[in-house]
């Protein structure tokens, strides 16, 4: 059986390099025999905001409904996300908000208790930035990748989780940049 990978690109704009990487990572992934959904946020209609908090009966768009579907569909869930002050662009954080709810991703059930109900899945962070990898690997700690893996991901019942940092990118030159799909397409490659 192939193993069902979701790749999500988080970037806002509508053409980024963001969303080549997404590209670039699931055609390698449909090449090593990969089952692939890709969802480019940007390209969703959802209200980003959770109107009343976790105990909101806000009723989700469509395209959140699909969301879940393959979230729950998916063994290995891929998010290229930039850096926007040290954290995730406001359009992620907002998916997060509206799809990873109370009752469907997770429900508490007592004190300091609560049931995970996204298990038997792993995740994978490819995070871009303008500066310099090692500075937001090891100065910062790659705040995305725990706060998506474990503080999201992991609360929800995920298990394994990496990440890819591509740093630089503000003086990136074309062939740097060439050069980093390849990198990212084997990737995709490797995971299945």
Not at 96 to 103: E, K, L, Y
Request: glycine fraction near 10%; charged fraction near 25%.
């Amino acid at each position: 059986m192939s193993k069902k990978i979701l790749v999500i690109n988080s970037n806002p704009a509508k053409e980024s390099f963001g969303r080549a990487l997404a590209e670039a990572y699931a055609a390698g992934a449909k090449e090593a025999g990969a089952e692939v959904q890709l969802l480019h946020l940007i390209d969703l209609k959802f209200d980003p905001i959770l109107w009343g908090g976790d105990k909101s009966t806000q009723e989700m768009e469509p395209d959140l409904i699909k969301a879940q579907e393959l979230i729950k569909w998916t063994d290995h869930l891929v998010i290229v996300v930039p850096v926007w002050w040290a954290n995730v662009p406001a359009l992620l954080k907002g998916f997060i908000d509206r799809v990873f709810t109370v009752g469907w991703a997770y429900k508490f059930t007592g004190p300091n208790k609560w049931a995970k109900y996204l298990t038997k899945k792993t995740s994978y962070f490819i995070i871009t930035t303008g500066g310099p990898a090692l500075y937001y690997r090891f100065l910062l700690r790659n705040p995305i990748a725990k706060f998506l893996g474990r503080d999201v991901l992991g609360f929800c019942g995920f298990g394994k989780y990496g990440s890819t940092i591509i740093g630089g990118l503000v003086d990136a030159t074309p062939g740097k940049c060439k050069e980093k799909l390849k990198k990212i397409k084997n990737l995709g490659r490797k995971q299945t």
